[in-house]
C-alpha cells in the first residue's frame, strides 16, 4: 500500500492525495485537476478566436498566467513528493506536465512561442489515467486489449491502403493532371486518394474526365470492401474480449497443472484427470 | 387489468382508448393520433417554405389552429382521465404534450414565438411508445437493449474521440491559420476535425498547406480504425441481444455439469440425465 | 421436370430455351439475353451525352429500333410459349419486359416519351434471376436472408432515423434559417440533416454560425454510433445465416421427432433417448 | 532446401541472397531493396511537383538513372541466379521488374513516356513478398483469407450495387438533367449515384430541385443498410478465419461422440477417453 514508506507523513499525505484516488481528498484533487486542465484548454480555444481575443485579452492573460501558477505549483509538489525525482520528471505524464507550463514562461524571452502552450491540450489524457481507477476500467480495457490485439492486423491493412493509395493516386494524376489542378502532382493526387478512399471526400479535389470519373467510380467501389476491413478486425476482437470477460477463466487441472481447460470441461484435456466442479 | 377500478365507467372507459390500444376504438384513437401528429409536422415543415406560406398562409393558418384545438382537447382529456393528473402532467410525454400546444396560445401575446411550435415534433417520439405495444416490440428492444449494454464502451470512446478531435484541431490550427480562412481559431478547427473524423466531409473547411494536407491524411487513415470502434461495439452487443433472445441463458446439468444445454431442454445433451424445470 | 406436357414439342423446347437454362441452348439464350439488355442500356447511357448523340444520333437510333425488335420477339415468343399467357404477362418480369418496349412505339404516336425507355434498365434484374440457378445461389441466398431476417429491426432503425432527422432538421432551421440560404427553411434543413447523418456530407449545405456549428458537431457525432446499428443488424443477421449453413442440421430423435438436437448431442433433449451418432 | 543443388556455388549463394531471407545477408538485400523503391517511388512523387521539379531537376534526373541502373543490374542478376530464366521473367513479379527500368531506356527513344515510369509503384507489392516470410504472416493471411472467403458473396452485392447504380442514376437523370448540369447526362449521373451510395459525397455534383433532393435523401437512407453489407460479410469472415487460426478444426471423441474437444485436447473434455493422436 504505502509506496513511500520512509518519507515524512506529511509528503506521503500530499503523494496519496497527487497520486492516487482513494481518499477523499485524493479524489477532489482529481476533480478539482480536471477542471483547471478543462479550463486552460478552453482559455485556450477561446483565445484563438479573434473577435474575443481583442475584446478581453486582458482577462484571458490573467486567467493564463494564474492557471501556469497553479500549475506550476503542482508540478514543483509532484516532484517533491515521489521519490526519485528524475523518473517522475523524465516519464510521459512528467514531460507533458513541464511541456504545458513551460511555452507561457519561453514567451517572456523568445515572442510568439505562445502557440507551443498547444501542448497543454495532451494534459487531458491524464484524464484516462485517473478513469482507470474508477468504474470505466472494465469497459476501457476491452476496448484497448481490442486495439492492442488488432495491432498487427491493422499494421498489414495500413501498409495494403498505403501501397493502394500510391498506385491510385498515380494512375489518377496520369489521367488527371492535363485539364485539373487538383491533380497538379502525384503527391496531391495521393491526398485525394486519401479523402476518397476513407470516403470523406470533401470535393476539393475532384475527377473532372470522363476518364478520371470511371476510374474515380472504380476507386470508391473498391474502397467500398476495403473500408470494411477495419471495422471487421475491430468488431470481431472486441467479441473476443467479450467474451472473455463473460466466459470466465479457464479451467486449471489440478493433476498436470494444463490451464486451458475450457469453462465446461469436465476431464483434463492433457491428463484425462476428472476435474473438480 | 383495470388500472382505475374506482373511476366511473365512462372515465374508464376513455381512459382505455387514450391509454391503451387492447380495444377497437383504442386502436383507432392510436393511429388518429399519429395521423394528426404527423399532419402537423407537415404543416409545420411547408409553412417553413416562403412561397407556400406566402401562397396558402391563411389555410396553414387555419389547419394549424385546428390541431391545436384538437391536440389541447386531446391534452384536457388525458388530463381528466389519469387518476394522478400531476404525475401525468409532469411526466415526459405529458410536458412535451403541453409544450406542442403552448406555442399556438403564446403567440396571441408575444409575436414571433411561432417557432417554439417546432416542439412539437417530439410527439412523433409518441409513435415510438404506440409501436411498443405491437409486433414491433421485440426488435425494438434487442435494438435498444444493445444499446444501453454499450453505453459505458460508448462513452469512453466517446471521451477519446474528443480528446483526439481537441488535440488534432489545435495542431492543424497551429499549421493552416496563417494561409486558411477555414482554420482562423480553434473551435473553427475543432469543427473541421469532428466533420473529417466522422468522414462527413463537407469540404467548407479544407486543407491547403502541403504540410496541413499531410496531417489530415494521417489524421483521415487513423479516423478509419477509430469510427471502426462504435461499429464494433454496437455488433457484438446487437449480436449478445439476439443470442440471448433467441435462447435464453444455458442450463446446467447436475449429474455431468454440462453447462450448455438449451433453455428448452428437459434432458442433458450429454448424459441423458433429466434436468429439474 | 416437364411443366407443360400437353404442349407441342417445338413449343415445349423454345419454352426450355427460354425460360431455363439446364441445356446448352438454354444457357446459350441466356447470355445472349443479358448480352443484349447491357448493349441496350449503354446504348441509352451514351445517348444520354449531348456530343455522342449530336454526332452519332442516326447509329443510337438504328441500334435501338434493332433492340426494340428483339425485344418485341422475346416478348411474343415468352407469350406463345408459356401455357399461362395472362399469368406471365401480369407477372412482375412480364409486366417490366412490356414496359421496356413500349416506349419506343409509344414515341412515334407521342413524341417525348422517349424518357419512359429508362424503365428498360430494370430488365437488368433479370440477370440475378438467371444467377440464381447457377452456383452464386447459396451465396445470395445468404445475403438474402440476412437482409429479410433484418427486416423489422431495420424498419425501427428507419423509424428513429426519420424522427431524429425531423427533430435535428427544425432544430438547425431555427438556428440557421436567418444567415444561411442553405437552411432556408425545414425541408432544406432535412436535407441537410440526412446528407449529414449518413456521413454522405456534399458540402452544398453546411452551417455558418457558430451555434449551427456547435449543433451539427453534436449530430455528427451522435450519428456515429446511429450509423453503427445498420452495421450491427446486417453483421449479426449474416453471421447467424453462414452459421446456419455451416453448423449443418440439426438432429431428429427417432423416438419422440423433436428436430432440434444440437448436432453435437448424444442424448434427446426432449426424451432422453441416446441419438444413434 | 536447397532448391537448385546442380547450380555452381556462388550461383546458389547470389540465388539465396536475392529470392530468400533466411541468411544474413538475404535479410540485408531485402531491407536494401524496400528503401531503394521506397526512394524511386519518393523520387517520382517529388518530380511530379513542378517547383520541385524546376529548382532540383538535375538531381532528380542524377537519382533516377543512379536507381535505374541498380535496378537493371538487380534484374539481370534476377535472371542469372535462376534456373529457368523465362518463366522468372514472365511471371507476375518478373514482368512488374522489367517494366519498373524500361520506360527510362524507353524515354531516350520515344519522348513523353515518362510517365510509364509510375508503374515502378507496382514494386512496392514486392514489400509483401517479403512480409510474408515475415511473423506478419499469419495476420496477413488471416485477411487475406477472409477477402478469398467473402469473393463471391461480394461479387454478389456488387451486382446488386451496379444495377442499382443504373436505375438510381437514370431516375436521377430524368429529375434533374433540365435544371443541373451535373446531371448533364447518365453517366454523370451514375458517377453522383456511385459517389452517394459509397458515402464519399464530393458535392461536386448535388442535387438541385426538390423533387431530385427527396429521391437523394431516399437513396442515401437506403444505401445506409446496404454498406452495412461488405461489412457485415468481411466482419463473418474474418471471425471465422480468426477461430479457425486459434484453434484448428475440432476433434471428436470415438467413445462419446463429444465433437468440440480443442484441437489440442489428449483426452476427451466429456467422457476422459484418450483421444488418438
Redesign the interface.
Known sequence: MSATPEANPRRETLWRIIFLSDTRPGRAFDVALIVLILLS?GT???E???ELREAHGRWFSLLEWTLTGLFTLEYLARLWVVRRSWSYALSFFGLVDLVSILPSYLELLVPDTH?LM?FR??R??R??RI?KLAE?SG??N??LN??KA?R??????????M?LV??EG??M??IE?DENAGF?????S??WA???L???????V?PVT?LG?MM??VI??T???I??????????????E?RGAVRGPFRRCRECGWQ???????????????LE?
Open positions: 484548454v485556450l480555444m477561446l484563438s478566436v479573434d502557440y498547444t491540450v495532451l487531458l489524457l484524464m484516462f478513469l470505466y469497459e476501457a476491452v476496448l481490442a486495439l488488432s498487427r492486423k491493422i499494421a498489414v491493412f495500413f501498409m495494403t491502403v501501397t500510391l498506385i498515380t494512375v494524376y496520369v493532371h497538379r502532382n502525384i503527391p496531391q495521393i491526398y486519401i479523402v476518397t476513407t470516403t470523406v471526400g470533401y470535393g476539393d475532384a470522363v470519373k474515380a467510380s470508391m467501389l474502397g467500398f470492401t473500408i470494411a476491413v477495419p471495422t471487421g478486425i475491430v468488431t470481431q476482437e472486441i467479441g473476443r467479450m486451458e481447460n475450457d469453462p465446461s470441461a469436465r476431464f483434463c484435456q492433457q491428463c484425462g484427470t476428472r466442479m
